[in-house]
């Protein structure tokens, strides 16, 4: 129990150690760079409103905002026309069909690209907002670390309940496994994350590599993109933007799971070892301490509430970080058990040969 208690103190070190090498956003002067803002949309009648007025809100007026309508089938295209009125800073273009060995959402981001005019390519997701002055900040930011990418995991509202569970567990997994100081410093492709959802570009960066052609069949297209950079020879900087953008992913258990399952085996490199190693990894030391801590009240042992206190400790100072609920970190060990089913679910998925859905589409 000591040793098992002392690795859990390792981990909660290690992690307030990686964290000093996380940057975040700073109050920046304004820019005349130009900058495209990119939003590829399907199916996304819920967001538009609250997305066109959010993005009206900017202060860089250096600024083009290219919209694409994947192949819509809701009120996305209307919605469209009427929040945006007459605003001369967007723009709204329609998608082509999807060709054969892409990506949906990859496919419509090369086509934002190749209509882009930017010294800098802002790639947003739909469901994101970020605050009035981000642009200038990210500007600043890449320019103070000689970066050709700027990418960060926002903020997560969550509402169903494995939201709660799997939405966090991002920043968990980065923040944790990821030695930031190798991500943020160094080039090696090796140590990268990314999150789609905020990938702001150097163009010079993003044209070296083919841009997201080069990516064109990856559903973990924002990771691989990243590792090209790099391998360019280009810096990619992980930023804690929790204060400047939020990501409203998902809103219902299912959209979860969906989202989840496409990208969680492939995360892992499609390695039935990593699974298991990951599985056993997480049981052992995240969920375990839950029925230890049971027994420890119930023998009056306090020893064995430590290893649970330690781990609610390292997730509360994650969940601080990164701007999560002050109560999700309670969570942790039943969070755990469902990041264990996804990778078994996503794998077994894979292992038959059956395709993954998101929106509409199979892969």
Not at 141 to 168: N, Q, W, Y
Not at 293 to 321: H, K, M
Request: with cysteine; net charge positive.
């Amino acid at each position: 129990m000591v040793i098992y208690i002392a690795i859990l103190i390792i981990f909660l070190i290690l992690t307030v150690l990686n964290l000093a090498f996380l940057p975040r956003l700073k109050a920046a002067p304004p820019s005349n760079s130009f900058v495209s803002l990119l939003i590829p949309m399907r199916n996304e009648e819920r967001n538009v409103e609250s997305l066109i007025r959010n993005l009206k809100c900017l202060t860089h007026r250096s600024l083009e905002v290219i919209i694409l309508d994947d192949g819509s089938t809701d009120q996305t295209s209307e919605l469209l026309r009427k929040s945006i009125g007459d605003d001369p800073f967007f723009k709204v273009i329609a998608g082509k069909p999807l060709p054969e060995g892409w990506i949906g959402k990859v496919h419509a981001c090369h086509q934002l690209s190749v209509e882009a005019k930017g010294e800098y390519l802002f790639f947003l997701d739909a469901d994101v907002r970020i605050a009035p002055d981000t642009i200038e900040k990210v500007l600043a930011e890449m320019d103070r670390r000689r970066s050709g990418l700027i990418t960060g995991f926002p903020r997560f509202p969550v509402k169903p309940l494995l939201g709660k569970l799997l939405v966090p567990f991002q920043h968990f997994l980065v923040f944790f496994h990821l030695p930031l100081v190798m991500a943020n410093y160094t080039t090696f492709p090796a140590f990268t994350a990314a999150h789609g959802a905020f990938m702001f570009f150097k163009r010079d960066a993003y044209e070296s590599i083919g841009g997201h052609q080069a990516v064109r069949s990856s559903l973990l297209e924002d990771v691989h993109i990243t590792r090209l950079v790099k391998k360019k020879g280009w810096k990619a900087t992980l930023i804690n933007n929790t204060e400047d953008a939020v990501c409203h992913m998902y809103d219902t258990n299912r959209e979860v799971w969906e989202g989840f399952l496409k990208n969680i085996y492939i995360g892992l490199g499609q390695n039935p070892f990593m699974v298991g190693v990951s599985s056993l990894f997480y049981f052992a030391f995240y969920f375990l301490p839950l029925p230890l801590f049971g027994y420890g009240i119930i023998s009056l042992q306090e020893i064995y509430c430590l290893p649970l206190i330690l781990v609610w400790a390292q997730t509360f100072i994650i969940d601080r970080t990164s701007n999560q609920s002050p109560h999700h970190f309670w969570l942790m060990p039943l969070a755990s058990l469902a990041l264990i089913a996804i990778m078994w679910a996503s794998m077994l998925k894979r292992i038959r040969k059956q395709s993954y859905k998101w929106k509409g589409r199979s892969y």
